[in-house]
């Protein structure tokens, strides 16, 4: 078992902005020990629309610069789109300013190699190892900033190429969530057939505040809502940051994560995609996915919560499609990390190839019932004795025969989650109330 990370969580540095562990002087020294461990000379910066973006960019690029790196500034671009954006570039680097699905009054750091990756828990161990350093490059050599706006409209004509010409649905809603999206839908709709169509086009407006607010996957009533009302096909939502996609059908009914896998699992195989054999998924997907996978012939195999874990287990496995109930969705073929607006395209060209019926995908998954209940953590997460929690948690596994508990401490909030998942739903709600007022004390 290798050293915890103090600073970074499941998904990069992340806090209240201006201040814990999110303020400039620290964004400052993790630009100049990215830089450090990193040794690149080239590095691609992209932010959410949060207010305190260019606050803490401003300060990033800065760190960056002062050891040498020249820094292409990609300005409001979803996380994916810098990851390919630093494959397009051939750059070193990337780095993110973004809180993802949080509310706008928190934002964070997530750095990717020159793979267009997440870096791995030993390299962010590494940075922060170097952030200890006294001193800074003295040499001179300063690295110049570069101002990229272009990179945006590039990613949104990628993604559009990803679409078939005959995959494009009438009646079609995008709901940006005032997020990274809001200025790459409008051009992936201008760049397909989307624009000759019915499509709209909601929560694309910003002011650096009303990311994720009342809209977005953290808030699918705003879509499910508005497709219904205006009696649309489908509707696809992102989270702050774009590297998530959820979608309403029809109905107004959410399908999620596991039912997007379901499909393009199948979808993959039928074009017998390297590694389509093989699905990852992380310990939160339903049961459920498992058995269809299993009826296509299909492995699933579980890692832990996470889209760059995903990735691990997928480049370790040799599967060819991972992904999060969440809406994470990497298909290794199309990209190297979740990328919503790419997902969304794919799921399309899946419905196409296979005749799928999306007004009832969710009925005929039939997800085993699930309920997770989050508990707040009035002490550090390192503190929470999760040896206790382990002990109750297989106590009350020994007592459903068909089913699972999963308990864990979130990476990126102060929540200790508690998932039960069992065919019958009162079961599912008698155990979660039990193991929240047994586990409200370890918190």
């Known amino acids: 078992m290798g050293r915890e990370r103090k600073l970074f969580g499941t998904d990069g540095v992340r806090d209240l902005a201006n201040s814990g562990n999110m ?14 461990f990193n040794h690149g000379r080239k590095i691609v910066i992209g932010s959410d629309t949060r207010l305190s973006g260019r606050m803490l960019e401003g300060a990033l690029y800065s760190g960056m610069s002062s050891e040498g790196a020249d820094v292409y500034l990609a300005g409001v671009i979803p996380t994916p789109g810098v990851s390919w954006a ?19 009054e928190y934002n964070g750091i997530k750095f990717l190699g020159s793979d267009g990756c997440k870096l791995s828990d030993d390299e962010e161990l590494a940075i922060e190892d170097l952030l200890e350093q006294e001193g800074h490059n003295t040499s001179g050599n300063v690295g110049r900033i570069h101002d990229a706006p272009e990179l945006v409209r590039d990613y949104a004509r990628h993604v559009s190429s990803l679409l078939e010409p005959d995959a494009v649905v009438d009646g079609v809603a995008f709901d940006c969530a005032g997020g990274a999206s809001a200025l790459s839908v409008p051009v992936m709709v201008e760049n397909t057939g989307f624009s000759r169509l019915n499509t709209h086009i909601i929560a694309c407006d910003y002011d650096g505040l ?3 607010k009342s809209c977005g996957v953290m808030h699918m009533d705003n879509l499910t809502g508005y497709v219904k009302a205006n009696g649309l096909s489908l509707g696809f939502a992102f989270d702050g940051d ?123 998954f039939g997800r085993y019932p699930q309920k997770l209940t989050n508990l707040t953590l009035k ?65």
């Open 379 to 443: 002490r550090p997460r390192e503190l929470v004795d999760m040896k206790a929690v382990d002990e109750i948690s297989a106590e009350y596994q020994r007592k459903i025969t068909n089913g699972r508990i999963f308990i864990r401490t979130s990476g990126t909030e102060p929540l200790l989650r508690i998932l039960v998942e069992a065919p019958e739903s009162n079961t599912v709600e008698e155990l979660s109330g039990i193991l929240a007022s047994r586990l409200e004390e370890y918190c």
């Open 210 to 212: 009303n990311i994720n």
């Open 23 to 36: 303020t400039p002087e620290l964004a400052l020294k993790l630009g100049r020990s990215f830089i450090r």
């Open 242 to 364: 774009a590297d998530r996609v959820l979608v309403s059908d029809n109905h107004g009914r959410i399908i999620d994560g596991d039912i997007i896998l379901w499909v393009l699992g199948r979808w993959l195989a039928k074009r017998n995609i390297s590694g389509s054999d093989k699905v990852v998924v992380t310990v939160m997907s339903n049961m459920a996915l498992e058995a269809h996978l299993a009826d296509e012939g299909i492995t699933t195999l579980r890692c832990p919560v996470g889209d760059r874990y995903v990735l691990e287990t997928m480049r370790a496995s040799g599967a060819g499609l991972g992904g999060e109930q969440s809406g994470h969705i990497i298909a290794s073929e199309f990209t190297s990390t979740g990328d919503g607006l790419c997902t969304a395209m794919l799921f399309l060209n899946a419905i196409h190839d296979l005749g799928e019926d999306t007004s009832s995908l969710v009925d005929r």
């Open 86 to 104: 630093v494959k397009a570039l051939n750059a070193d680097g990337g780095a993110v300013i973004s809180a993802s699905h949080n509310p706008a």
